[in-house]
């Protein structure tokens, strides 16, 4: 929409105040509150805001190795442009005004280290080749009858999860949480996050949401926004969420998988449908099967960016372990889905977990799979049952995937040389931060018996 159908819209809703923010690598909401006349100042020139968000880690504690921002440059100002079709009100605050923003450089150029500018120009390489990159996520995530305070004075142990047991697909369950289930649903559906579907999974207070599919970025505000607003979402019922990949050893992790399939211009025709074999998908279809299979084990820093991301990769825990593909086949890192009509022929992305950042690894999957339709690669034979260690393997530590990154030229070419750099600084901060923690483990293991 255009500034004056907004000021309609606004008016409309009597809309008081506006809330402005954008994503981070590590994929937190940074943001503020601004004034109406602010904002319709920044609507036409946009606002500066503070490039620290690029410039330090999940705990805001400042990186020391950043070269596109820190003590060096002075941590200034990046110019915050807002998206105008990002708009949505605030279902708790229904005054307040959301916009989503893109930051830029002072040479007026996509800041390098944004990572929905890093989607936009993969989605746009995409567009000029003739395609429509259409994306959904699908969320696992752990409920706690928990609040930030009783989490810090209980050093993360102990925690009381909604509900006790194996409950997956209880409609039992759901219904002792229908107040919880149904303000998610209402929430999302007032923010313009569309939730398909909505169940407990198998575990201890552990639910899962599909998300609608949509053009590419638009899939990714809505999963990265999902995740954010399931947390005040939750907060409101005296609860805490967590969408940390593996929160408990004896547990199941908790998957993100990505479902993805490439449309024509006009997204009236799925490109990867239409194929006679089993597998339903086209040339262009196996093609970029093909991409995702080839860049994976190269690119698992991008799908798997913590530490903790890699507790998750253990045999028997529906995490796959190496690059594989299978017809309706969840063992392997990518599940290809026929569909019962061509248009519903997509991959599903089985590798990434809840922890990601949507805007990198939708970035990873498209830039990957368009590599393997220019190059037409070849498709590997797919796996009949367990997939076990069929394929590349993957890394097994955020190090290894670390050294991974840093080496592969093919990252540099499908994502950028500067993103990747950036990306590889604050992954090694990563690696480093945990190689200086002493664990519970250690503890447990150690103290007496040393």
Not at 1 to 29: P, T, W
Not at 237 to 246: E, I, R, S
Request: charged letters at 25%.
């Amino acid at each position: 929409m255009n500034a004056e159908q907004l000021r309609a819209e606004l008016s409309a809703h009597k809309i008081r105040r506006v809330k402005v923010g954008g994503f981070d690598v590590d994929g937190l909401l940074r943001g503020k509150y601004v004034s109406l006349e602010k904002f319709w100042s920044a609507v036409e020139k946009g606002f500066g805001f503070c490039d620290v968000i690029f410039g330090w880690d999940i705990n805001d504690e400042l990186y020391d190795n950043s070269k596109v921002t820190g003590w060096h440059s002075g941590y200034p100002d990046a110019l915050a442009k807002i998206d105008l079709d990002t708009f949505r009100i605030s279902p708790s605050d229904p005054e307040t005004a959301h916009f989503l923003v893109d930051f830029y450089g002072r040479d007026g150029k996509p800041h390098p280290a944004c990572p929905r500018n890093l989607l936009k120009r993969i989605v746009a390489r995409a567009e000029t080749a003739g395609f429509l990159p259409m994306f959904s996520a699908e969320f696992e995530f752990w409920v706690f009858r928990e609040t930030p305070e009783s989490l810090q004075k209980k050093g993360f142990r102990d925690l009381e999860p909604l509900s006790p047991g194996m409950f997956g697909y209880s409609w039992m369950r759901s219904a002792q949480h229908q107040d919880l289930y149904r303000d998610i649903l209402d929430s999302c559906e007032r923010y313009r996050i569309d939730v398909e579907g909505l169940h407990t999974e198998t575990g201890p207070g552990v639910l899962e949401a599909a998300l609608r599919y949509r053009p590419a970025v638009e899939a990714a505000d809505q999963a990265a926004l999902f995740k954010t607003t399931l947390k005040e979402i939750a907060h409101r019922h005296g609860l805490t969420v967590t969408f940390m990949a593996k929160w408990n050893a004896r547990l199941p992790g908790s998957s993100g998988h990505l479902h993805q399939s490439l449309w024509d211009t006009t997204g009236e025709q799925n490109l990867f449908g239409g194929g006679r074999d089993a597998s339903g998908l086209s040339d262009i279809g196996k093609h970029y099967l093909a991409g995702l299979l080839a860049h994976s084990p190269e690119l698992t820093a991008l799908y798997s960016p913590f530490v903790n991301s890699y507790r998750r990769y253990v045999p028997g825990l529906w995490a796959p372990l190496s690059a594989s593909w299978g017809v309706e086949n969840r063992t392997a890192s990518v599940r290809v889905i026929p569909g019962e009509h061509p248009s519903a022929t997509r991959l599903e992305m089985r590798q990434t977990a809840a922890d990601i950042n949507p805007y990198v690894a939708m970035a990873a999957c498209l830039a990957s799979g368009l590599d393997g339709i220019e190059r037409a690669l070849p498709l590997p034979p797919p796996c009949e049952g367990d997939a076990g260690r069929t394929g590349g393997a993957f890394p097994r530590t955020l190090d290894e995937a670390v050294t991974r990154l840093e080496s592969s030229e093919a990252a540099r070419v499908l994502l950028g040389e500067t993103f990747v750099d950036h990306y590889l600084r604050t992954r090694a901060w990563e690696v480093e931060k945990a190689r200086a923690a002493v664990t519970d483990w250690e503890l447990a293991r150690y103290f007496e018996a040393v």
